[in-house]
Nanobody, 125 residues
Framework: QVQLVESGGGLVQAGGSLRLSCAAS????????MCWFRQAPGKEREFVAA????????RYADSVKGRFTISRDNAKNTLYLEMNSLEPEDAAVYFC??????????????????WGQGTQVTVSS
């Protein structure tokens, strides 16, 4: 059973940066496509970014393009999300997820089979 554990969330001022990590275990990380979603209070979970199993394909939500970078280190079984120029609207719980469809960069949550518990990102204005 794949387990995903997010870390790196916290409180940051608007304009600041954070780097989220997602540590994977119990599966074959290098075979899975990975993604980040986020969910703010009272809102639906929304897609942030996705990366195929070798990192050759990437996809970003329009709202984070140019500010966020998704990457992965298959040797360390870890997914990352570098977030720069953070805005109050970026505040949410951030979740990583894995898909057995290795080449996917889908923005649809239903494509992803395993989910972490989330890490809170708070952005003060």
């Amino acid at each position: 059973q794949v387990q995903l554990v997010e870390s790196g969330g916290g409180l940051v001022q608007a304009g600041g940066s954070l780097r989220l990590s997602c540590a994977a275990s119990g599966g074959t990380f290098s075979s899975d496509a990975m993604c980040w979603f986020r969910q703010a209070p009272g809102k639906e979970r929304e897609f942030v970014a996705a990366i195929s199993r070798r990192g050759a394909s990437l996809r970003y939500a329009d709202s984070v393009k140019g500010r966020f970078t998704i990457s992965r280190d298959n040797a360390k079984n870890t997914l990352y999300l570098e977030m720069n120029s953070l805005e109050p609207e970026d505040a949410a719980v951030y979740f990583c997820a894995a898909s057995r469809i290795s080449a996917t960069t889908s923005a649809s949550a239903g494509v992803y089979d395993y989910w972490g518990q989330g890490t809170q990102v708070t952005v003060s204005s």
